[in-house]
């Protein structure tokens, strides 16, 4: 089975930029779509992108719309996030996962394998 650990979190002040990492091991990344999942204080879990297993299609919440992207390199089996222009609203644990990448955003079940998440904070 694959097992995803995230990299990657840090503090960052506001307006700037990071770049997390979802590296994969004992399988092959480009079998799974991957999601990146933001968990802030208090609040759910949720899906803010996905990239599809095969034809690279990605998805982005209306939160981090044109401010975020996610790509994968399958030569190192890594799926990553960069995130621009970073607000306060942002600091959560992003988690990856891996997904059905829908175009209304990431599907995941029981079966789907978690990573153990990496925290981002950006002070107000």
């Known amino acids: 089975q694959v097992h995803l650990v995230e990299s990657g979190g840090a503090l960052v002040q506001p307006g700037g930029s990071l770049t997390l990492s979802c590296a994969a091991s004992?399988?092959?990344?480009?079998?799974?779509?991957i999601g990146w999942f933001q968990q802030a204080p208090g609040k759910e879990r949720e899906g803010v992108s996905c990239?599809?297993?095969?034809?690279?299609?990605?998805y982005y919440s209306d939160s981090v719309k044109g401010r975020f992207t996610t790509s994968r390199d399958n030569a190192k089996n890594t799926v990553y996030l960069q995130m621009n222009s970073l607000k306060p609203e942002d600091t959560a644990v992003y988690y990856c996962?891996?997904?059905?990448?829908?175009?209304?955003?990431?599907?995941?079940?029981?079966?789907?394998?978690w990573g153990k998440g990496t925290l981002v904070i950006v002070p107000s």
């Open positions: 996962a891996t997904v059905f990448c829908s175009v209304d955003g990431p599907r995941y079940n029981v079966l789907d394998r």
């Open positions: 004992g399988d092959t990344l480009d079998d799974y779509g």
């Open positions: 990239i599809g297993k095969r034809d690279g299609r990605t």
